[in-house]
């Protein structure tokens, strides 16, 4: 619908401009990294473990470590978080002491990840002598985008109608079997793209996993979840700041690597949803 | 036809349609009843017509109850407006007519006690044309059958037509002899009612048409 | 002839939204295997009572009840009476029509499937769209999704879904005002042929349709109930003045 007058082409106008401002820096960024790191990425770059002080060879741990890494946080973060939004929504009453809880989500997601780091090496790493470890950074991970995922998960409970849940509750349900068999599944699509949101954070942060999980060189696998990782973000990091002499073409090809790697990440999350929506409509 | 989605007001349409072709065979009984109560001189006969006309009241208050209900509850509109509002006048006519064969009846016991001063033989056919037409106002109202209501208009003729002879004759008789005047005023009576009844049969006739077309109009003058 | 016992025993029923008193003094006794319905305007308290029988204001925070209301002989509002068990003697159809955004099979199979139910479903779905009128508009396609049933056809499957939990009693809030005047028709007589088996209680805004399915009609005004009766005697000759006026449409 073309707008009429020089007022609506002035909006319009304006409102074009954004989105190119929006989608110009995104483009760019690929565009960067896409030239700049192609040429290093191939097969064996992404198969083999860094050798030379990390100048040749490739990055498999890190890519593993990270895939490693945002499985954990998720077993960890999403049946909390969802468990949580459930009570929050379901069961609580609309209190002084549910507008708590609230503030307390929302102000934690508002903590910087470097903090989170902190906490985790003082509580997991530390505290609880789990050591420098997959689990630890999982689980200071998981803490990071559980407010995420609470989030998401209410507002997608909230949106299911309360028609679905009368019409369960009058068949002679309980509570319970009417959140689990019609409440869940028709939330579910609006779980998941909390979860996504969150799988994003989670692979791409460096500062939580920083102190808690995160390996300079460990050119292996790990052996167990109390095992170091390497990860990409931190080692993007030190291989761009820390390792001298490592070629550009490397540094950016990692960087491409995680992108693509979080991309595959959040699309894999969001065929799954468009599936389920799928499924559900017929 | 498709089945109908109101079938409980069909049903309940279909119950005072039969109800009122059971008044109508009664009242028509009663006339054929009181008609040979006269020309048999039967006074238990005579005295059963009379007693009949309880029952008819009965359905008459009835159907007219049905009426109302359908009204109240079912919110009528077209055509089965038409049918209640036509049933509902049409009860009062046959009831009327019931009255009049109830007439005729106590006429029949009053002339039962007398010798006759001349045959009864017009009286009989034209209570048979008279109870013809009642027959086939109530089958016009149950088929809806508006031809079936013209072709009585012919009846209706020749009712009044034989009214008018048997006027003529007794005038006759009783010019001739006055002695037996109050006997042939009681035949003129019988021969008036039945003519009545023969109006009334008219009548539903016409609300048949009502009914069907919704159009209201005289049938004859 | 009026001499069955009561299904629904309603004593000096008092209903509270915390301070605002939306029932008041309730006393009624309903019939079984016969319609009853309940008008009365915007308000008044009618959709509130129906859903005191099957205890579905428990989910409002904040309400308050005293009184009896027995069903089947049983207070429901004892403290040792099962709400779960509760629902399921007494169904309930909405207003909208709310199917589940499943298949229909599985919608008209969610009440025996709670309660454990897994074998004979298939005859129960048979057995329960039959009776709602529904089965042969949709024996072809039972695995499709229930939303993409017209408005008239997902209001059937709602009342075969709650037929499916095998009830004796079956509460109607409004059933057909959001549906056309065909479908409406349709499910009147659906319910003249359902109150065979079942006892019926509907609550309506559209009085005519009280006049032509109900046996028994109540009217409710600000939280009492001011008649109760025949519904042809409500409808030709009410007692209360302001049963008159409602029905000829001089109020409301």
Not at chain 1, 217 to 224: A, H, K
Not at chain 2, 151 to 158: E, S, Y
Not at chain 3, 158 to 163: D, G, N, T
Not at chain 3, 219 to 242: A, H, Y
Request: charged share 20%; hydrophobic share 45%; glycine share 6%.
């Amino acid at each position: 619908m073309r707008p009429r007058g020089t007022g609506e082409w002035l909006a319009y106008g304006l409102l074009y401009l954004s989105i190119v401002l929006v989608t110009l820096p995104v483009a760019a960024i690929f565009f960067i990294l896409v030239s700049r790191g192609y040429s290093a990425v191939n097969w064996e770059f992404l198969s083999s473990a860094p050798r030379m002080g990390m100048r040749a060879g490739g990055i498999f741990p890190a890519i593993m470590g990270t895939l490693l890494l945002v499985l954990g946080t998720i077993a960890i973060a999403l049946p909390l978080g969802i468990m949580a939004a459930i009570y929050l929504s379901e069961y609580s009453s609309r209190g002084r002491l549910n507008r708590l809880i609230h503030l307390a989500i929302v102000n934690l997601a508002g903590v910087p990840s470097v903090v989170y780091g902190l906490f985790g090496l003082g509580a997991f790493v530390l505290f609880l002598k789990i050591g420098v470890s997959l689990l630890a950074g999982c689980l200071t991970l998981a803490l990071m985008i559980l407010p995420v995922i609470i989030t998401a998960s209410e507002e997608a409970l909230q949106a299911v109608p309360q028609s679905f849940r009368e019409a369960s509750l009058a068949l002679g349900a309980t509570r319970w079997k009417t959140i689990w068999n019609v409440v869940l599944p028709s939330a579910l699509p609006g779980i998941l793209t909390g979860a996504i949101l969150g799988v994003s954070r989670a692979a791409g942060e460096t500062a939580p996993i920083l102190f808690t999980a995160a390996a300079f060189f460990l050119p292996r696998l790990p052996r167990s979840i109390f095992d170091q990782v390497m990860a990409l973000p931190y080692h993007l990091y030190i291989i761009t700041t820390q390792v001298p002499n490592i070629p550009q073409k490397v540094q950016y090809g990692t960087a491409l690597v995680l992108v693509a790697l979080v991309l595959l990440i959040n699309a894999s999350a969001i065929v799954l949803r468009s599936y389920i929506r799928w499924r559900r409509s017929w | 036809m498709t089945e109908s989605i109101r079938k409980t007001f069909d049903e309940q349409l279909s119950d005072m349609q039969q109800e009122i072709v059971c008044m109508g065979s009664m009242v028509e009984q009663m006339v054929h009843h009181a008609i040979k109560a006269l020309s048999e001189r039967d006074i238990e006969l005579a005295e059963r017509v009379i007693r009949m006309d309880d029952a008819v009241d009965d359905l008459d208050i009835s159907i007219e109850g049905r009426c109302m209900r359908m009204l109240a509850l079912q919110q009528p509109v077209a055509r089965d407006l038409r049918t209640i509002g036509t049933s509902m006048k049409i009860i009062t006519d046959l009831e009327r007519m019931g009255d009049h064969a109830v007439d005729i009846a106590k006429l029949a016991r009053t002339l039962a006690e007398q010798p006759l001063f001349k045959p009864i033989v017009d009286i009989p056919k034209m209570a048979a044309v008279a109870q013809k037409m009642l027959r086939e106002s109530l089958q016009a109202f149950v088929n809806r059958d508006i031809d079936l209501v013209q072709k009585m208009v012919a009846d209706d003729d020749a009712v009044d037509a034989l009214y008018r002879r048997i006027y003529d004759e007794i005038v006759d008789y009783m010019e001739k002899d006055p002695g037996i005047i109050r006997q042939a005023i009681i035949l003129l009576r019988v021969a008036r009612f039945l003519e009545r009844i023969a109006d009334h049969a008219t009548n539903i006739g016409e609300r048949v048409i009502f009914m069907e077309t919704g159009v209201l109009e005289e049938l004859n003058i | 002839m009026e001499t069955a016992a009561c299904i629904i025993d309603v004593n000096k029923l008092n209903f509270y939204y915390g301070k605002f008193q939306a029932l008041k003094d309730i006393t009624l006794c309903l019939k079984p295997h016969k319609i009853t319905a309940f008008i009365g305007p915007s308000g008044c308290g009618k959709s509130t009572f129906l859903r005191t029988l099957n205890r579905m204001n428990d989910l409002i925070a904040g309400v308050r009840i005293n009184g009896k209301v027995l069903i089947d002989g049983r207070n429901i509002y004892a403290p040792d009476m099962d709400v779960v068990e509760l629902r399921r003697r007494v169904g309930m159809v909405f207003q909208r029509p709310n199917p589940f955004p499943m298949s229909i099979y599985d919608n008209v199979t969610y009440a025996p499937r709670m309660k454990g139910q897994s074998r004979g479903l298939d005859d129960l779905v048979e057995r329960t769209l039959v009776r709602a009128a529904l089965w042969d508009e949709v024996k072809d396609k039972l695995k499709v999704s229930a939303l993409s049933l017209s408005g008239g056809q997902q209001q059937r499957l709602c009342i075969a879904r709650a037929l499916a939990a095998d009830p004796g009693i079956l509460l109607m809030d409004e059933p057909c005002s959001s549906l056309d005047p065909v479908s409406t028709l349709r499910i009147e007589e659906l319910m003249q042929d359902l109150k065979s088996e079942y006892t019926i209680i509907i609550v309506t805004h559209n009085m005519q349709q009280a006049a032509r399915v109900a046996d028994y009609t109540g009217f409710f005004l600000s939280g009492e109930l001011i008649e109760f009766g025949d519904s042809n005697k409500i409808f030709t000759k009410p007692d209360d003045k302001r049963t008159e006026g409602y029905i000829t449409g001089r109020f409301g």
